[in-house]
């Protein structure tokens, strides 16, 4: 036996519950809940649900999950390396090409800074040419059509009535077409500030975070597993929404819309993603330091 299952013996036998009412009460089979009492780790389906049923143990025992596995680390199998190897797989790819890819890496700036050169010639020469076509224009047009000045001012000044009764409907058009466009931009200026929701970080504590969600008219909460995860949701007036280990695949969706705040504890932080309002939710605190987070989501209704 070790000390762990010792602890967990001794605590259960002074709350006065037996192996099978701590089975009614966590769902774990009872020679499993034997097995942690007893150290036998072998007889487990793997790493992974020695941890989760190890958490659900000492939460029936109103102990502190966190502290029995940073107390009893020595005794407790780690998860990680042996839960996730397709990460794991595509963290090594990555550096088996990081060699090949870093001689690219290294010309790049050369490259782009070639492009920039080349493009600014280009850029010069079209104005160039264009400087070079538009005088040359000019020049045709002064040798072909000699401007009369007096001809010209005749030419003015009799359209002259004629340009002032139009330039009075003129006017009243133009303030019709400017009401149109004022009314036009109102309404695109309201369009561009219709909400979109905001993500941030409030609080960063250890393994736990707290969030607030701002700017959104619902509150849709997503939980989805790519790996045996065990995931506790609950409000925050403590109210529990659901509480079971997820294997791969499962989905978990909860409204939290009438709620100001959602609480969850994540055993398996690499194997759960979560979505808020179809959005993906990124972990402040990396996965890969803290397997076991504890998230708080604060909502604030938009108004």
Known sequence: MTELGDRFKQEREAKGLSLNQLQDMTKIQKRYLAGIEEGNYAMMPGKF????????????LDLDPDEIFEQYKNDIPTTYNEDLPEQLSRVQSRKSFSNRTSKVLDLLPKLLIGLFVI??????????????????????????????IEEQTDIVTEDENAESGATEEGSENSADTNEDTKKEDEETAEEQEELTQSISVAEK????????????????????????????????????????TLQKGDKE???????TEAFLRIGNVPGTELYINGEKLEYAVSPNEQTTQNITIRYTTSE
């Open 119 to 148: 493009g600014a010639i280009v850029l010069v020469w079209y104005w160039m040419v264009q400087s070079a076509s538009k005088e040359e224009n000019d020049q045709v047009n002064q040798g072909n059509n000699p401007v009369n």
């Open 253 to 259: 969706t909860v409204d939290f819309t009438d709620q």
């Open 49 to 60: 649900y020695v941890r989760a049923f190890i958490k659900q143990y000492a939460e029936a």
């Open 205 to 244: 504590n250890g393994s736990s975070t707290v969030y607030e969600l701002t700017d959104a008219d619902t509150f849709e909460l997503e939980v989805v597993s790519t790996g045996a995860t065990w995931v506790s949701v609950k409000n925050g007036a403590g109210k529990t929404f659901f509480e079971k």
